[in-house]
């Protein structure tokens, strides 16, 4: 069993408080895009990652990217082992009335690995409200990191 350790958006990590701390602007800045965000954009738009793109080309506009962490529950062997926690990448596409969700696990080599079968369902209004679009996605699938989705 696997539990979810933390997840945010990139905008949520990074905003214009976190990178102007102290600072006052008259003008609203653009969240800065982390390192690991940008390792998550990378990924997705990867020439290895060609067909879940293709399943998200032309369907959506806009997504949410986010950074997750795991932790292996209850398994003694991969404890003894000292792979018990996971890092990776999770993507939410979505229009008015529904979403597509993908998820990308780090391997140690730096690869991503797609083992999760993509989620779909409805979309509601009170996850509208709740989810903090981050990418604008391209014709052919690529994202584009946008704050303002």
Do not use: K
Not at 108 to 130: F, H, R
């Amino acid at each position: 069993m696997t539990a979810l350790l933390g997840c945010a958006s990139d905008a949520q990590r990074s905003g214009p408080a976190a990178s102007n701390a102290g600072e006052q602007s008259s003008t609203r800045e653009q969240p800065a895009l982390t390192p690991a965000g940008q390792e998550c954009f990378d990924a997705w738009n990867a020439a290895s990652n060609a067909a879940n793109r293709d399943r998200v080309a032309r369907a959506f506009t806009v997504a949410a990217v986010t950074l997750w962490d795991a932790e292996e529950e209850d398994s003694s062997e991969a404890e003894a082992q000292g792979e018990h926690e996971f890092d990776g990448c999770g993507y939410l596409f979505h229009d008015d009335e529904r979403s597509l969700e993908f998820s990308g696990r780090w391997e140690a080599d730096g690869l991503v690995i797609w083992e999760v079968q993509p989620q779909s369902g409805l979309w509601t209004p009170e996850q509208e409200a709740a989810v903090e679009d981050d990418a604008a996605v391209a014709a052919d699938g690529t994202l584009t990191f946008s704050p303002e989705g």
